[in-house]
């Protein structure tokens, strides 16, 4: 079916009208939700209340963990692994004021190490 030019018919527009595109949508969501995640750590991390505030007596905080597993063993009962007391000693140099004096105290408490391997 032809339409004949009548003369009456409606002008089209000369824009076509814009389309968004999915790629597009769901690029921009993702990075909003993004830019949503990042602005909440920030948030969290500056404003997380008493961080400035910790006592000292916080700082050194006994790092035990008292649980013990069982031995494991393979069919036969022979020992595969078992649990082993480890002691660890750690000192943080930003919070060590005069090494001279801390390594000498840890030399009166553990004889063994000396004072020069501190």
Request: net charge neutral; charged share 25%; glycine share 4%.
């Amino acid at each position: 079916m032809a339409r004949a030019a009548t003369g009456l018919e409606l002008p089209r527009a000369t824009s076509p009208r814009r389309r968004i595109d999915p790629v597009r949508l769901i690029a921009l969501v993702m990075a909003l939700a993004f830019v949503a995640i990042g602005a909440r750590v920030l948030h969290l991390a500056v404003s997380t209340p008493g961080a400035s505030n910790v006592p000292k007596a916080h700082l050194v905080e006994p790092m035990v963990r008292a649980f013990a597993r069982p031995d494991i063993v393979d069919r036969k009962g022979r020992l595969l692994a078992t649990d082993l007391t480890a002691y660890a000693l750690h000192a943080d140099p930003v919070l060590v004021i005069d090494p001279d004096e801390t390594s000498e105290r840890i030399a009166a408490i553990l004889p063994d190490l000396g004072q020069a391997e501190l």
